[in-house]
């Protein structure tokens, strides 16, 4: 069974800083996926970022970028000028390929300062 | 807005009863996920079906029981309920045959047993 751990239950950081969130997952498979989400205080689930196992190079969306290093089994966020709106609770998953269930960590709860 | 749609919002019972909780997936998604998020807890998968059918089982009770009807929606039934059954119930979905594609969740449903 694929276990995914978040060793951080909570962080804060001053508004504009940088932070970088932790992520280790435990699996024998080769080809699966990894996903960030957001749960903000409206409690809704978003997407944040997504990188393929095959790919090399780490995925970027705007001020959030991953260090995927697979070897490691290690996906952490890392989150750039961090806003107030920032401020939720982040998941990471895993998902294995040709399997569409989720398996997520237990959550940091992310506190930006204004 | 993620195009998935639950209701009720919130449901407030007393032990020993039953609830049914309502799931819309997005338009043209075949596939509906059930996730149970106790307090403070990462998301736990309970079920998935895939165009009425059940695809997958994780850790999903006996006194749980779900279905997905011919219009895709879904319900998910919890009878005698505990107090501990207390939780944020989401439901997501997706488009089956594309493993990397995101579960794109609903607002999800907070149940308090009392």
């Known amino acids: 069974a694929q276990t995914v751990t978040q060793s951080q239950p909570e962080m804060s950081v001053q508004e504009a800083e940088t932070v970088t969130l932790s992520c280790t997952y435990d699996?024998?498979?080769?080809?699966?996926?990894l996903f960030w989400y957001k749960q903000p205080p409206s409690r809704q689930m978003i997407l944040v970022i997504r990188?393929?196992?095959?790919?090399?190079q780490n995925a970027t969306e705007n001020r959030f970028s991953v260090n995927f290093q697979k070897a490691a089994k290690s996906f952490s966020l890392k989150i750039s000028d961090s806003q107030l709106g920032d401020t939720a609770m982040y998941f990471c998953?895993?998902?294995?390929?040709?399997?569409?269930?989720?398996?997520f960590g237990t959550g940091t709860r992310l506190t930006i300062i204004p | 807005d993620s195009g998935v749609t639950q209701t009720p919002k919130h449901l407030i019972t007393a032990t020993g009863q039953r609830v049914t909780l309502r799931c819309s997936p997005r338009s043209g998604d075949l596939s509906v996920y059930w996730y149970q998020q106790s307090l403070d807890q990462g998301l736990q998968f309970l079920i998935q079906?895939?165009?009425?059918?059940?695809?997958a089982k994780g850790n999903i009770l006996e006194r749980f029981s779900a279905q997905q009807f011919p219009d895709l929606h879904s319900e998910l039934n919890l009878s005698s309920l505990e107090l501990g059954d207390s939780a944020l119930y989401f439901c997501?979905?997706?488009?089956?045959?594309?493993?990397?594609?995101?579960?794109?969740f609903g607002n999800g449903t907070r149940l308090t047993v009392t």
């Open positions: 699996t024998s498979e080769n080809n699966y996926y």
């Open positions: 997501a979905s997706s488009r089956e045959g594309q493993y990397n594609s995101p579960l794109h």
């Open positions: 990188q393929e196992a095959y790919k090399q």
């Open positions: 998953a895993f998902r294995l390929f040709g399997n569409e269930k989720l398996t």
């Open positions: 079906y895939y165009n009425g059918e059940e695809r």
